[in-house]
């Protein structure tokens, strides 16, 4: 037999060679991509909200990539540092009450139900609403998105008496803000029962969904 063996991996190609789609890169793992990118965001996402939840947004960051099952570096590409992580975290509750606020059905004691659970489940949603981290411009607008959602219920319970005339989305933020500081040193159960606490103190009737 004459010729030489040569690597049919990629890198031994010849220069200007096209790669076949879907061909694995070095070591045999598949080069998946945008596709690989995406779960690797989701993933580290759903750390964070774990991490974040039991540990607060002062967590270190590489819990969240060990949890996540990646590398640091993937972190850092996704979310250069804590603030983007923490507001990524932070939109997709948002969005959530945004959602709930689109059925409608939904009412004010919903919204600031899952508010509630947010707060409940979340030390990182606590530390937020407390306003521990910097007055980002990103946070400020997730705030007032909050403010937009329960706003489109309060003219219904003004009207119901469900809460006092006069009030506005910015009073329930506030109210939001001072049932979530009486969380931070509770622990389970014990946090519903001061959150149920906190809403019946300010006269305002919630519904707090069960936990996922």
Known sequence: MTGVLRDPRPSALPHGTAVPHGTTRRGGAPNLGPRAAAGNRAALLAAAREIFG????????????????????????????????????????VVAVEELAAV???????????????????????????????????????????????GTRLAGATGSGAVPAGTTSDDLLLAVAMMAGGLSQAEGEDRVRRARRAWELLGLEVRIPDAA
């Open 54 to 93: 039991s540990g607060g947004t002062d967590a270190p960051l590489s819990a969240v990539a060990k949890r996540a099952g990646v590398g640091q570096g993937s972190l850092y590409r996704h979310f250069p540092d804590r603030l983007d992580l923490v507001v990524a975290v932070f939109e997709e509750q």
């Open 104 to 150: 409608p059905t939904a009412d004010l004691a919903d919204l600031l139900g899952l508010v509630t659970r947010n707060a409940v489940d979340s030390v990182g949603f606590v530390d937020l609403v407390r306003s521990r981290v910097p007055a980002d411009e990103r946070i400020v607008a997730l705030g007032e998105r909050v403010a937009v959602a329960l």
